[in-house]
């Protein structure tokens, strides 16, 4: 069975993290943005493998986004449906172990480096504060960033930005409904 634990060396240390998963060429349709993977990920060799991890996956399921066969994992089937996944930083953390400003902003490079080569229709980010912090280091926006679509946002990513209703954020369930209803619909619209 597949599983994506890479090793990469930064500043001198060998890391174990998650590779990225995006084709060989071609557009995306979602381009998932994640902060960092975490240990339980890697060890696994999947992501999103904690209690929240699975959560995201599970309301992907619910809203018929991505399907996924009961007991497998469900990155192996991004690329299949033009799903890419990375991360601003990929030195593992676990929850609490905030990557530094300079990180961020190396991480924005490449991020900003994937979108120019994969044009994806929308750029989800899996945490908002991840995004937060992005516009406020690297475009100087102040306002926070809101659950859904962020249309004042696309014209600094080239694509339409999106922030996940992730289970346990202060997101309300109504407005988990309503962002991930709109983002079903989306994709409905454009196939």
């Known amino acids: 069975m597949k599983n994506y634990k890479i090793k990469i060396n930064v500043n001198g240390k060998e890391h174990n993290t998650l590779a990225d998963i995006l084709p060989e060429k071609g557009e995306l349709e979602i381009l998932f943005i994640a902060k960092t993977p975490t240990t339980i990920s890697v060890d696994v060799g999947h992501y999103f493998q904690g209690k929240q991890g699975t959560m995201f996956w599970n309301r ?15 990155d192996n089937y991004l690329l299949e449906n033009s799903f890419g996944i ?3 930083v990929k030195v593992p953390r ?5 990557p530094s400003d300079e990180e961020y902003r190396l991480g924005l490079k490449k ?16 945490y908002k504060a991840v ?3 992005i516009i406020r280091l690297n475009f100087n926006i ?3 960033s809101v659950y859904g ?8 990513f080239n694509s339409k930005v999106f922030v996940f209703p992730m289970p346990g954020t ?8 309503r962002t991930m209803t709109e983002l079903k619909h989306f994709f409905k619209k454009v196939k």
Do not use: W
């Not at 992907?60 to 469900?74: E, K, S």
């Not at 679509?149 to 696309?154: A, G, M, Q, S, V």
């Not at 202060?170 to 409904?177: F, G, Q, V």
């Open 111 to 126: 991020i900003m480096d994937t979108i120019k080569l994969y044009q994806p229709k929308v750029i989800v980010f899996v």
């Open 86 to 88: 990375t991360d601003i």
């Open 94 to 98: 676990d929850y609490g172990n905030e």
């Open 131 to 133: 995004l937060d912090k």
């Open 149 to 156: 679509f962020n249309p004042l946002l696309d014209k600094h």
């Open 60 to 74: 992907l399921a619910d809203y018929d986004i991505l399907r996924v066969p009961y007991g497998d994992y469900a």
């Open 142 to 144: 102040l306002n926070k």
């Open 170 to 177: 202060p997101c309300t369930s109504d407005k988990a409904i």
